[in-house]
Every structure is written in structure tokens, then in C-alpha cells.
């Protein structure tokens, strides 16, 4: 299905849900994203990398008289609803989360009063491609519509993190909601997370010589029920044991591992106890995989990049240690498949996806290759597993 049939049949189901005219139906498109590099890093005020692909989740909205919010899924059962003059906490494994606090941000940051009726949908399998933060994103843009407010990109991003951070409780940055509101098709964009300067950065390689390959493992689990949070706290761990060995000040108490300068942790970073050590060596190995992509894509050498994303995704399974069985298994298959410059893990790596650039000849060879290695290693997920060939796309935005 092409992505106007998706929006004519989201439309038609909210018509159907609230009457009226369908040119008064406004859609939001918030675009899945990959990451290259800058793997686990963007919590510690890292560089990062990423692509917003030309999957998304699509959300059809009217606006409502009074300040109810009712939400329809095509993926999920039921409906969400609430009052913006009351909006229920966070509820575990309950899609309707995002909306609540996406609304619950725009209350407290703009006292918003209009609530809206909307059906939301996707197509991609969720797991690794920050569908959570696309969705969240599509909320923002939406209740904002329909409230008449004018909101930069940046204080989205900021209004984002809100909801995942303290409405949600997941401790991650700033990586996936920049890179759904801030890329651009056929661009890189760069981010550093401490001074959120931003570069979409264009490449002189040829179209043909690489897209995105997305092989969703079949594996699902929220990130708030795994190691993500834990893995945090071990950076910041770290980190503050430099910056009181070196005796560099912590700013505000908020001990992050960017706050440590390169040469501090070649000096001192043999002394941090395991695995804090592990943690370290993975941002500041990852920081100068990202400086060097960064000329790799500016170059046009999608090669000297993929075996970059292949070293990142090695740090992420041995310094890092956030891959599941599944997913190392799945970035081992990758790693070693025809036609693929280079894989790592999407997202957390605890559940999700694997990423990787490939040359779009070898579509058919990839596909058996990863059919005849990865559901042998885990016969639970042959029915579930998924390969996706996917382009760069613009940002999130409300559509005419």
C-alpha cells in the first residue's frame, strides 16, 4: 500500500468515527529513524548520527470543541481517551502513553485546552527504530495544530524529552526525537547533544550505491523493562569517577562522560573497575567513530563507513553489552552477509532491529542469506522476523 492510500484510509476511518468533512482532517507524518553511529552516547552528551527513513507513522487529527482526547489505533486494540484538565500517569505496556504525555508536556510548557479526536497507524514493525519517539513526535505536532501554537523543532525536541523522561521514565537523550524532526532526504545529519549543534550533511556517493536494509529480529520488549536504564547510570558512574580523579568540575552535579576531556580517560580510564571501564571505552571509542563517518559519508565512501557502523556495532556487544541472543546473532549474520557494507543494532539493542547500508543489488542475496543463517540460530521468531530496503526521507510535519 503507498503511503496516499495509507493516509485515504486513515482518513476515512477517523470520518467515519466523527462525521464531518474529510478536507477538515488534517495528517501528521513522523518518520521512523536509523542512527549509523553514535551508538549509546547520546544520554551522555555525545555525537550522533542518524536518518529519518521514508517509513513513518501517520496520524489523522481533527480538533475538538472541548479538551477530550480520544485516540484510535490500526495497530493496536482499543482506544485511548482522557481530559487535558486530567491526564492519568504513565500505565505499563499501555500504547496510549505517548499521548498522555505528549499532552501532559503541552499543558505545562502551554497550557493547552483543545483536545482533538485522532487514528493513528504504522506500517513498520516496532522495535528499534524509535517508532516510540516518531509516534510521541506526531502527538506534539498534532495537539499543537489544532491549539494554533507555533513550536520550533528544538523545543519539540525538548517537549519530547519530557515525555520520555519523566512522564515515560526512560533515561535516554536527545538522539531519536532530533533525528525525526531535524533530518533531511539524501543527508547525514550530525548532532552533537551537549551544544545541539546540528549539520545535515549531504554525500558524493550515487543513490545507487547503498540503502538502508532495517531486519527487524521479531523480538519485542519496552526498553523501560530491560538494561537501558541501567546502562545509563553505569556511564554516568564512570564518569564521575574521572571527573573526581582529574579533578575537572562537574557541572551542576551532572556527571556525563562528554564532560571528560579525551586525554583525562587515556590517562586515568585503566583504573576504572569493570564495567564501568567497558562503558567508557565504548563512548569514547564510539565519539571518534562518529568524527570519522562523518568524512567517510562527506567522501562518498559508503565502504570505509560500513566498517565503521560494523565496529560500533561490535563495541555495542562486547564494551557496551546490550545485545540480546537475537540481535548479536542477527548482527553477526549481517556482518557477514554479501552485498552489506556494514550492521549494528537499532535502538537499545535489547529488543528491535538491526541496521545496516547495502548495495541495492544484492537485495535477493541478503534476503536468503539472512533466511538460511538467522531463524536456524532462533526457530521462536521464523514467523516473525522481517527485511525492510528503505530510503532517507524528510522530518516530521503536518501535512496539507
Known amino acids: 500500500m503507498s503511503f496516499i492510500d495509507q493516509i ?6 477517523l470520518q467515519a468515527r466523527v462525521g ?8 501528521v507524518r513522523s518518520p521512523l529513524r536509523v542512527s549509523p553511529l553514535g ?10 548520527t542518524g536518518m529519518a527513513l521514508d517509513q513513518a507513522i501517520y496520524l489523522a487529527f481533527v480538533p475538538r470543541e472541548d479538551s477530550e482526547v480520544r485516540i484510535e489505533s490500526m495497530n493496536f486494540v482499543g482506544e485511548v481517551a482522557f481530559n487535558l484538565m486530567d491526564i492519568p500517569p504513565c500505565a505499563p505496556r499501555d500504547w496510549g502513553n505517548y499521548a498522555r ?8 510548557t502551554h497550557h493547552i485546552r483543545r483536545g482533538m479526536d485522532a487514528v493513528v497507524m504504522g506500517d513498520m514493525p516496532i522495535g528499534g527504530l524509535s517508532s516510540s519517539a516518531a509516534v510521541g513526535v506526531a502527538y506534539l505536532l498534532a495537539l499543537e495544530t489544532v491549539n494554533d501554537l507555533q513550536v520550533s523543532p528544538r523545543e519539540n525536541i525538548e517537549l519530547d524529552r519530557i515525555v520520555e523522561n519523566e512522564y ?7 538522539l531519536d526525537q532530533s533525528m525525526i524532526l531535524l533530518s533531511d532526504r539524501h543527508c547525514l545529519t550530525y548532532l552533537d547533544c551537549r551544544s545541539m549543534e546540528v549539520q545535515r550533511i549531504p554525500t558524493t556517493a550515487s543513490p545507487e550505491a547503498f540503502e538502508i536494509l532495517v531486519v527487524y529480529s521479531g523480538v519485542r520488549q519496552a526498553l523501560v523493562g530491560t538494561d537501558y536504564n541501567n546502562r545509563v547510570a553505569e556511564c554516568q558512574a564512570a564518569a564521575r569517577l574521572l571527573l573526581t580523579w582529574s579533578g575537572v568540575p ?6 556525563r562522560l562528554r564532560l571528560v576531556p579525551p586525554e583525562v580517560y587515556g590517562e586515568l580510564g585503566d583504573r576504572l573497575p569493570s564495567p564501568l571501564d567497558r562503558r567508557a571505552r565504548h563512548f569514547f571509542t564510539e565519539v571518534q567513530r562518529v568524527r570519522e563517518g562523518v568524512e567517510a559519508w562527506r567522501e562518498g565512501d559508503i565502504e570505509r563507513l560500513g566498517r565503521l557502523m560494523r565496529a560500533s556495532g561490535a563495541s555495542s556487544v562486547h564494551n557496551y553489552e ?6 548479536t546473532s542477527l548482527y553477526e549474520v549481517l556482518s557477514k552477509c554479501p552485498g552489506v557494507y556494514g550492521a549494528r543494532f537499532s535502538g537499545g539493542g535489547f529488543r528491535g532491529s538491526c541496521i545496516a547500508l547495502s548495495h541495492p543489488a544484492y537485495r535477493e542475496e541478503i534476503t536468503a542469506f539472512v533466511a538460511e543463517h538467522y531463524p536456524v ?3 521462536d521468531i521464523a514467523d516473525d522476523y522481517s527485511i525492510h530496503f528503505c530510503q532517507t526521507s524528510e522530518a516530521a510535519s503536518v501535512m496539507a
Open 8 to 13: 485515504e484510509q486513515l482518513k476515512r476511518k
Open 20 to 27: 464531518g468533512s474529510i478536507e477538515d482532517i488534517r495528517v
Open 39 to 48: 551508538a549509546h552516547i547520546d544520554h551522555q552528551d555525545g555525537l550522533v
Open 101 to 108: 504525555g505528549a499532552a501532559l508536556a503541552l499543558v505545562r
Open 168 to 174: 515515560l521514565g526512560l533515561k535516554n537523550g536527545v
Open 250 to 255: 562537574n557541572v551542576n552535579g551532572q556527571a
Open 322 to 327: 546490550s545485545g540480546s541472543p537475537h540481535l
Open 377 to 379: 540460530a532462533h526457530p
